[in-house]
């Protein structure tokens, strides 16, 4: 429907070189913000702000050191 051309009742053409560039500049920008999001530093580790329950931790208990 909006590919109809009103004067001449004929499809008009898709662009196809403008339309890859645009897709080709959108993935770029994609990758660009991946790559630096997944680069990036926030800063140094800190203590986790988790509360510690009382209680046993079965069954989800971390094997301990040395194997099991």
């Given at each position: ?26 993935l770029l920008f ?28 079965a069954p989800f208990?971390?094997?301990p050191p040395g194997?099991?």
């Open positions: 429907m909006i590919l109809w051309d009103d004067d001449e009742r004929r499809v008009r053409p898709i662009h196809w070189g403008r339309t890859m560039a645009a897709f080709a500049a959108v994609a990758l660009l913000a991946v790559y630096l999001v997944s680069t990036a530093d926030f800063g140094g580790a800190s203590g986790t702000t988790a509360p510690r329950t009382p209680g046993p931790c208990c971390p094997a194997g099991p």
